[in-house]
């Protein structure tokens, strides 16, 4: 971090940073509560051996700051927060530590609710529900929305649908070759339903029996780890690693669409206008990754959880990336630029019609 923490979060605008820990149990979590103008600040408990504090705050103001932003392109009433837990999630990971989490949770008395993340399961979550009611993407058996996963995929194909029509005037994506990096929970969801489609498959991952799995299922070819970007293709989806983006593998893309579950793709801001110079047309990664988050956030309706209302939610990211795409296209901006300037106009928004229905009040 070049600038102090507090200089930091004045900039970026966070409401609040918090330090847990609990000796007996051996918790040391940080909770970032980076914006609740829209709703409670959701966003899951990372767990990772940091090694050192400061790679853990900035981690932790980072992401809370990003799901402010998913949040508010997702169009859902929600904020933005992330926990850390500083941790090996194969060696430190206890019951007790959860529970711990738990009572931490609840010192912020609802403005924040933890859900999964990396390095934690859904089995960890169960844990922290055993001593705190701020906590969502339960399972569905406790009255949760289960694995967020085909909810992040059919996301993403919406978003691939979007950009299809925007390219190619048509959102049909029968015919099309699409080159996925990593076949995991999120990517082979994909896989299965572009399969479904009509699309061509080309994929790489570390896991050779996934790839095998692919190949024999869905008739996918599989290429090296290397030549994935450079895969003849017509949209490239990144489901495995973050800052995937960058100056080596952007010259490349032969794809003239990228559109995949990974967060942070790209390195640094500029490469989404680098993007833009190779005339590829990116789905910014927290609008078309938002259906794990929105089939999560479902289960806060005050009905409980609706399978329904979940999928009407993320097919609409079909809209948020159109909308995006023309925003962009008007103002001349990166896609990725067009989707920080709108989310943070509908916070803005949200906070003004606030404050003047507080002024009202007090006038009253
Ligand atoms: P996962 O761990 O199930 O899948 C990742 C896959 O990538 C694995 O199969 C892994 O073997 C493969 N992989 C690892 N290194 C690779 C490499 N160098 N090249 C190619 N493949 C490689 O994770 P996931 O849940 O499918 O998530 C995938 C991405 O999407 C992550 O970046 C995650 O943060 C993001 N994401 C996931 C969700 C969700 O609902 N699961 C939601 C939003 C964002």
């Known amino acids: 971090m070049d600038s102090s923490i507090l200089d930091y979060v004045a900039q970026h605008g966070h409401e609040q940073l918090c330090f847990f820990s609990d000796p007996s149990s051996g918790l040391r979590a940080i909770v970032a509560i980076h914006d609740t103008t829209l709703g409670p600040a959701l966003g899951g408990a990372r767990m990772y051996p940091y090694e050192k504090e400061e790679d853990a705050i900035l981690d932790v103001l980072r992401l809370s700051e990003g799901m402010s932003?998913?949040?508010?392109?997702?169009?859902?009433?929600?904020?933005?927060?992330?926990?850390?837990?500083?941790?090996?999630?194969?060696?430190?990971?206890?019951?007790?530590?959860?529970?711990?989490?738990?009572?931490?949770?609840?010192?912020?008395?609802?403005?924040?609710?933890?859900?999964?993340?990396?390095?934690?399961?859904?089995?960890?979550?169960?844990?922290?529900?055993?001593?705190?009611?701020?906590?969502?993407?339960?399972?569905?058996?406790?009255?949760?929305?289960?694995?967020?996963?085909?909810?992040?995929?059919?996301?993403?194909?919406?978003?691939?649908?979007?950009?299809?029509e925007a390219v190619w005037g048509s959102a049909d994506l029968s015919g099309k070759r699409v080159a996925i990096q990593g076949i995991g929970k999120v990517?082979?969801?994909?896989?299965?339903?572009?399969?479904?489609?009509?699309?061509?498959?080309?994929?790489?991952d570390v896991s050779q029996r996934r790839l095998e799995q692919a190949a024999r299922d869905l008739g996918a070819f599989i290429v090296g780890l290397d030549e994935i970007y450079s895969t003849p293709c017509d949209i490239f989806a990144p489901c495995a690693l973050g800052a995937i983006l960058n100056d080596v593998t952007i010259p490349q893309l032969t794809a003239?669409?990228?559109?995949?579950?990974?967060?942070?793709?790209?390195?640094?801001?500029?490469?989404?206008?680098?993007?833009?110079?190779?005339?590829?047309?990116?789905?910014?990664?927290?609008?078309?990754?938002?259906?794990?988050?929105?089939?999560?956030?479902?289960?806060?309706?005050?009905?409980?959880?609706?399978?329904?209302?979940?999928?009407?939610?993320?097919?609409?990211?079909?809209d948020n990336v159109a909308s995006v795409v023309r925003q962009a296209r008007a103002s001349g901006l990166p896609t990725s630029e067009a989707a920080d300037f709108v989310a943070r106009q509908r916070i803005t928004a949200a906070r003004m019609s606030r404050r003047q229905a507080m002024t009202a009040i007090e006038m009253r």
């Open 69 to 164: 932003y998913k949040a508010a392109m997702a169009g859902l009433p929600l904020g933005g927060g992330k926990c850390v837990i500083v941790g090996n999630p194969r060696t430190d990971k206890t019951p007790a530590l959860f529970h711990a989490l738990g009572h931490a949770v609840n010192k912020l008395t609802g403005r924040y609710i933890t859900a999964e993340d990396v390095g934690t399961t859904v089995e960890d979550l169960v844990e922290v529900s055993r001593t705190s009611d701020f906590v969502a993407g339960l399972p569905a058996e406790m009255g949760g929305g289960g694995d967020p996963s085909p909810w992040t995929a059919l996301g993403v194909v919406r978003g691939m649908e979007a950009c299809s």
């Open 187 to 204: 990517g082979y969801a994909l896989a299965e339903m572009l399969h479904e489609r009509g699309a061509t498959l080309y994929v790489t």
């Open 256 to 318: 003239a669409i990228v559109a995949g579950s990974a967060n942070n793709q790209l390195e640094e801001p500029r490469h989404g206008a680098m993007l833009v110079e190779r005339g590829i047309l990116y789905a910014p990664d927290y609008v078309v990754n938002a259906g794990g988050l929105i089939n999560v956030a479902t289960e806060l309706e005050p009905a409980g959880y609706d399978e329904r209302l979940a999928r009407e939610r993320v097919l609409a990211i079909y």
